[in-house]
T-cell receptor, first 116, second 111 residues
Framework: GAGVSQSPRYKVAKRGQDVALRCDPI?????LFWYQQALGQGPEFLTY????????KSGLPSDRFFAERPEGSVSTLKIQRTQQEDSAVYLC??????????????FGSGTRLTVV | GDSVTQMEGPVTLSEEAFLTINCTYT??????LFWYVQYPGEGLQLLLK?????DKGSNKGFEATYRKETTSFHLEKGSVQVSDSAVYFC??????????FGGGTRLMVKP
């Protein structure tokens, strides 16, 4: 598609519920990134994929967070047993280049997750 | 570790005023520096970038110069418009796979 598409746009989850957030990157983009943006803060890195390989997951805050990109295109970020501190906007970005952002990322509009 | 510090907002200006948003960074080596803009309801968009010391990035009337001696990358625009109202993020990439962002600065431009 023309841009990075994320769904759902908004998600309200009860504490303890599992959620899955989807990212459709720009077709042909090799690199895919997930970021977490808390209210009033800058985005923080979660994880990075190069094609289907998850090369960096150092930013995932706990083992309740899991991301996959099985065919090197669409990616899903899953959060198990959601907690209130998981409430944030989850941003996906893709890039034509490998790894570093000197090629420039294209960000999606994000999924706003609210845990109640 | 790497970090980026931005001036806190909101910054409120009248149309045609001069804009400066301060950004300083802490990083080892020679990072690349970026400014991203987030308009209401939209994703982050790359505004400009600079990849080495003394480089000046520019776009849409905005400019920022990579100052290694002061570890700064301040964003400037000579005459802001109402349409420039948004949140601006300074960020760096230090030869890794990720961007490190500052906390963002909200700009509000009044007619």
């Amino acid at each position: 598609g023309a841009g990075v598409s994320q769904s759902p746009r908004y998600k309200v989850a009860k504490r303890g519920q599992d959620v899955a957030l989807r990212c459709d990157p720009i077709s042909g983009h090799v690199s895919l990134f997930w970021y977490q943006q808390a209210l009033g803060q800058g985005p923080e890195f979660l994880t990075y994929f190069q094609n289907e390989a998850q090369l960096d997951k150092s930013g995932l805050p706990s083992d309740r967070f899991f991301a996959e990109r099985p065919e090197g295109s669409v990616s899903t970020l899953k959060i198990q047993r959601t907690q209130q501190e998981d409430s944030a906007v989850y941003l996906c970005a893709s890039s034509l280049g490998l790894g570093t952002s000197n090629y420039g990322y294209t960000f999606g509009s994000g999924t706003r997750l609210t845990v109640v | 570790g790497d970090s980026v510090t931005q001036m806190e907002g909101p910054v409120t200006l009248s149309e045609e005023a001069f804009l400066t948003i301060n950004c300083t960074y802490t990083a080892t080596g020679y990072p690349s520096l970026f400014w991203y803009v987030q308009y209401p309801g939209e994703g982050l968009q790359l505004l400009l970038k600079a990849t080495k010391a003394d480089d000046k990035g520019s776009n849409k009337g905005f400019e920022a110069t990579y100052r290694k001696e002061t570890t700064s990358f301040h964003l400037e625009k000579g005459s802001v418009q109402v349409s420039d109202s948004a949140v601006y993020f300074c960020a760096l990439n230090n030869a890794g796979n990720m961007l490190t962002f500052g906390g963002g600065t909200r700009l509000m431009v009044k007619p």
